[in-house]
């Protein structure tokens, strides 16, 4: 009496069989299990396997656990790329702004000597190096190369100019982001900052 009201209570169309159906795999078989299957009525063998395929792929599309973890993966991906290229970008644009205040703030001293001292030399060495970005090239009248003081000369103001220009090489050498998708990362990627200004040196 159990099994036959457990029987009635299976919805129209369904049935219980043990092994009865040719049409239908057990999929209760074996040891443990009772060798009963639910399936449509009837027992066509390839309407038996159409019936469970639809079964499984429905399975499958409620089961969305599998593609939430791949679009989470594709997302911080891409957020992880956008957020290091935005800090390796304003990295550089920040040693940008500060060798240009290096290289102004020099200028100056210049309009006072008439050219780059050695000791304003070594002392601007020393403050790119503390940034990390060494400097590469230094364009202008120094002292160190034997060049002679700029007087400023009202006759004449295009003598009277000074000119600085410096190139330094930031480290460790940015874009490195790019390697995650394959680019090559330029070895030789530097700094050129530079001003001019009138001399007012008026004697040697």
Not at 4 to 21: E, H, S, T
Request: with cysteine; aromatic share 10%; proline share 6%.
């Amino acid at each position: 009496m159990a099994a036959l009201k457990r029987f009635k209570k299976r919805p129209a169309g369904f049935y219980i069989a043990g092994g009865l159906n040719p049409g239908i795999d057990s999929r209760r078989s074996g040891t443990g299990h009772n060798r009963c299957v639910e399936g449509p009525v009837g027992g066509d063998p390839q309407f038996g396997r159409q019936y469970y395929s639809k079964l499984d792929g429905r399975r499958l599309l409620k089961d969305v656990r599998g593609s939430v973890l791949l679009e989470f993966l594709i997302v911080f991906f891409i957020l992880v790329f956008l957020t290091f290229g935005a800090v390796d970008y304003w990295v550089i644009l920040t040693k940008h702004q500060y060798a240009e205040h290096l290289v102004n703030y020099y200028l100056q001293r210049m309009e006072v000597e008439g050219y780059l001292s050695i000791a304003d030399e070594n002392d601007l060495k020393a403050r790119f190096n503390a940034f990390s970005c060494p400097v590469q090239d230094i364009q202008g009248p120094r002292q160190s190369r034997g060049a002679a003081r700029v007087l400023r000369n009202p006759a004449d103001m295009d003598a009277s100019t000074l000119s600085l220009q410096v190139t330094c090489r930031p480290e460790p050498q940015p874009l490195l982001i790019g390697r995650i998708i394959g680019g090559t990362v330029p070895s030789g990627f530097t700094i050129k900052v530079g001003g001019s200004a009138l001399s007012e040196r008026v004697s040697p």
